[in-house]
């Protein structure tokens, strides 16, 4: 998606460790415009898949999987993420590590908002190395329902997340693909 | 707004210790057509009150916040929420004690996004005790810029963070302004 690309080249920035940082339009301030046709090129993408319900994690997902919620009209879930397995009944956990942060995180969903029947539309800013994605996917699994696509707003591929979704027979769908990420070198696919 | 409180009636749930649970549509699980017309409403009230900048917390704030930025066509900055105040430069800080969860957090903003010139309009799902509002609150002051407005989607009115921010000459406007919560007996004012 030409607009997003441009966005990334412009204002995105590429930190030590393959980090790039989209914090002036994706994650800490929202471009609410950019964000709104993010939400109207997943819906083009997806519309006619039969898709009950769009998942995210918090809190950096919620925008984007909300924009595509109103265009969809589809509901949110937002999974939470904890520090602790510590954890009520009632809930769908998977464990999560953060390659980012380098920390280990739980996603947890109630089971009262996700059921056998959904077919599930999972939203999520980035998909790096699929570590998240495979939580998700596995909260989805627990449900007993169906993930009917992954959608993440940027795609670093050189970590290989791609591969670990659709192995699991799961579209895979992002609407900017970097193939390669140096500071001042940003290419896309 | 008689949509949400009808909303809150049907499908909010009354917990010990004076909490409403609103997980079915409005914490968890988004019902993004409700939070499409709190975001209208909240638009309509602040229309021409010369905002430049809409301020939320993560993670309950940002569906709602995201829906006013839409209507009213401005970004949304969502200040992080960390356990620790050992944060970077670059940042402003304000802490945040959390009745709910019993715990201190810190709510952080980043300085590129908060200048001095900004009208801020700040939405947040819960005003309680006030707390949380009195440190994106501060957060403004410290960058110099000006609160136009704190905008809550459910306001529990017998833990008086109303007259908190008012006393520092800020509007408060909630969609839905509970008097009285009990189990089985929610009033509105």
């Known amino acids: 998606m030409k607009l997003l690309e441009d966005k990334i080249l412009n204002e995105g920035k590429v930190l030590d460790g393959g980090i790039l940082k989209v914090d002036g339009f994706l994650n800490h301030r929202l471009d609410v415009a950019l964000i709104g046709e993010l939400g109207a090129d997943i ?3 997806f519309v006619g898949c039969g898709a009950t319900l769009i998942m995210t994690v ?6 984007i999987a ?7 009209r589809l509901p949110v879930l937002v999974a939470k993420k904890h520090k602790s397995l510590n954890i009520s009944d009632g ?4 464990p999560v590590f953060s390659f980012t942060h380098k920390t280990q995180n739980t996603v947890v969903v109630s089971k009262e908002y996700l ?24 909260l989805v699994e627990q449900a007993g329902a169906t993930t009917v696509g992954f959608v993440a707003a940027i795609e670093k591929e050189e970590q ?6 659709e192995q699991k027979g799961v579209k895979v769908y992002s609407l900017a693909r970097i193939k390669e990420l140096r500071a001042g070198e940003i290419k896309f696919n």
Chains 1, 2 share one sequence.
Request: no cysteine; aromatic share 6%.
């Open 66 to 72: 909300f924009a595509a919620g109103e265009k969809l």
């Open 43 to 45: 819906a083009r993408e």
């Open 115 to 138: 059921s056998a029947g959904d077919k599930v539309l999972i939203v999520d800013d980035f998909l790096a190395s699929g570590n998240a994605a495979l939580g998700l996917l596995s």
């Open 91 to 94: 809930v769908y956990t998977a």
């Open 58 to 63: 918090e809190s950096s997902g919620i925008s």
């Open 160 to 165: 290989g997340g791609r591969a670990l979704i």
